[in-house]
């Protein structure tokens, strides 16, 4: 616990450190404010006549069509029930207004999804950068001169990291939806239940998740001792995992991005290859999904970043302890 407890110091005092926290916090006012701008209320001249434009636009017969195909097949529309259908494939106010209103349920997946990928990367930057720092300085071997059973020292420095990226990202999720919550307030806006809660568990989610994600990058920092490399592998794969995986042929489940939905948001959708029937046949077979669409689940995702994380935790472990410390 002392041992904790120092490296925790350490971490808070190291100043690139500071300045990555700040830069979350700076990020999460940013994209407060940039929403709250963003959807700031119309006139009501403008309101009235976006809502005749959708009456008008619902009495015709392309929209009656898409309506009924929706509602015999609401998963091809990316909706759960039919009774989902009228908000998703008709017109919507939205449409014909020169800026959107304030959804909660909308921002979840828009300035929210935004403000967590920020937050992941940049305490990803500050395991990396505090792990870096040690290596770089020299200072790596005074510290086992303290204590000189490694993989306390590893671990005691990996729950630092951990702590520090729960704490401020636990933090600036709540203060980020709590002040959403008070901005839709004030503008009478109500907020579904089932939407507050897929709020509550997303971010939970999230700060788990963003919490593992700093303990990789420090895991892969310590392994390979250079911060500049850890850059550099969370950039390429950022960039070319895409590519990578369409060359080899993987499935999209496979993709990072997918595995991280799947966790944030309890489970997504990627896209396979339908089964060569409904290629040689001109109708669906019965019984036979022939959209291509397939679900990838919480545990699904967890598990494909689980393996990943500890991969890197292991390898990182036994080298530190294996390997000389200069």
Not at 111 to 121: D, H, N, R, V, W
Request: charged share 20%; glycine share 8%.
């Amino acid at each position: 616990m002392n041992l904790f407890l120092v490296e925790l110091t350490r971490l808070r005092f190291r100043r690139a450190v500071v300045v990555l926290v700040a830069a979350c916090v700076l990020a999460t006012v940013i994209v407060f404010g940039a929403t709250a701008w963003s959807t700031r209320p119309v006139s009501d001249a403008e309101l009235r006549q976006a809502q005749e434009q959708v009456e008008r636009d619902r009495d015709s017969r392309f929209f009656e069509r898409e309506l009924a195909r929706c509602e015999r097949n609401p998963e091809q529309f990316g909706v759960q029930e039919a009774t989902g259908c009228l908000d998703t494939v008709g017109p919507q106010v939205d449409w014909y207004l020169s800026r959107p209103a304030l959804r909660m349920g909308e921002a979840l997946h828009g300035p929210g999804l935004g403000l967590i990928t920020l937050l992941m990367a940049l305490l990803m930057l500050a395991g990396t950068t505090f792990a870096g720092a040690d290596w770089t300085s020299g200072s790596m071997s005074n510290q086992l001169l303290f204590e000189p059973r490694r993989h306390r020292v590893w671990l005691a420095k990996a729950a630092a990291v951990a702590a520090l990226a729960a704490v401020v990202s636990a933090a600036l999720l709540a203060s980020f939806w709590g002040a959403m919550g008070l901005l839709a307030s004030g503008r009478d806006i109500e907020t579904p239940p089932e939407v507050t809660d897929q709020i509550l568990a997303s971010s939970g989610r999230s700060v788990a998740l963003i919490a593992a994600a700093a303990v990789g990058a420090y895991a892969v920092t310590m392994l390979f001792r250079s911060t500049v490399f850890t850059l550099g592998a969370m950039f390429a794969i950022a960039i070319g995992a895409a590519a990578v995986i369409a060359v080899i042929g993987l499935s999209e489940a496979w993709l990072p991005n997918k595995n991280l939905g799947a966790v944030i948001w309890d489970g997504t959708r990627y896209y396979s290859e339908p089964p060569a029937a409904c290629l040689d046949s001109p109708r669906p077979p019965k019984g036979v999904d022939c959209s291509g669409l397939r679900r990838l689940s919480l545990w699904q995702g967890a598990r494909n970043l689980g393996v990943l994380l500890v991969v890197a935790v292991a390898a990182s472990l036994w080298s530190f302890r294996r390997r000389d410390v200069p």
